[in-house]
């Protein structure tokens, strides 16, 4: 939702870009498995996302190629595959020029 004050967009014009191209959970998750957090549990805290969906979104990247799953034991650790580094640092990229972008269209 954009909200329209005085001509222009005031709030939370960084999110609303990021929603406006991408949905931000999944891209969370990427990025969490990116910097350490290599369990489902840990990764669902971190994008405030139930374990359920989390499981399917980890499913569904790892039916895609960007994450493969360790086995040891009971514990199971997600790790992204050289494909999902290479879309996760991308993401990070991009995140970070809608936060530019955000920053001057407030200023």
Same mark, same amino acid.
């Given at each position: 939702?954009? +909200?329209?004050? =005085? #001509?222009? @967009?005031?709030?939370?014009?960084?999110?609303?870009?990021?929603?406006?191209?991408?949905?931000?959970?999944?891209?969370?998750?990427?990025?969490? +498995?990116?910097?350490? !957090? =290599?369990?489902?549990?840990? +990764? &669902?805290?971190? @994008? $405030?996302?139930?374990? &359920?969906?989390?499981?399917? @979104?980890?499913? *569904?990247?790892?039916? +895609? #190629?960007?994450?493969?799953?360790?086995?040891? =034991?009971?514990?199971?650790? @997600?790790?992204?595959?050289?494909?999902?580094?290479?879309?996760?640092? $991308?993401?990070?990229?991009?995140?970070?020029?809608? !936060?530019? *972008?955000?920053?001057?269209?407030? !200023?």
């Amino acid at each position: 939702m954009i +909200i329209l004050l =005085g #001509g222009g @967009v005031k709030k939370e014009t960084k999110k609303l870009i990021e929603n406006l191209f991408l949905h931000p959970k999944p891209v969370r998750m990427l990025l969490s +498995i990116k910097n350490g !957090s =290599g369990y489902t549990a840990k +990764i &669902s805290k971190a @994008v $405030d996302c139930t374990y &359920s969906h989390t499981v399917k @979104v980890m499913s *569904l990247f790892e039916k +895609i #190629g960007l994450v493969v799953f360790e086995k040891k =034991g009971r514990i199971k650790r @997600v790790k992204l595959t050289p494909e999902g580094e290479e879309i996760a640092h $991308d993401f990070e990229g991009i995140i970070r020029k809608f !936060s530019r *972008l955000a920053e001057k269209s407030e !200023s």
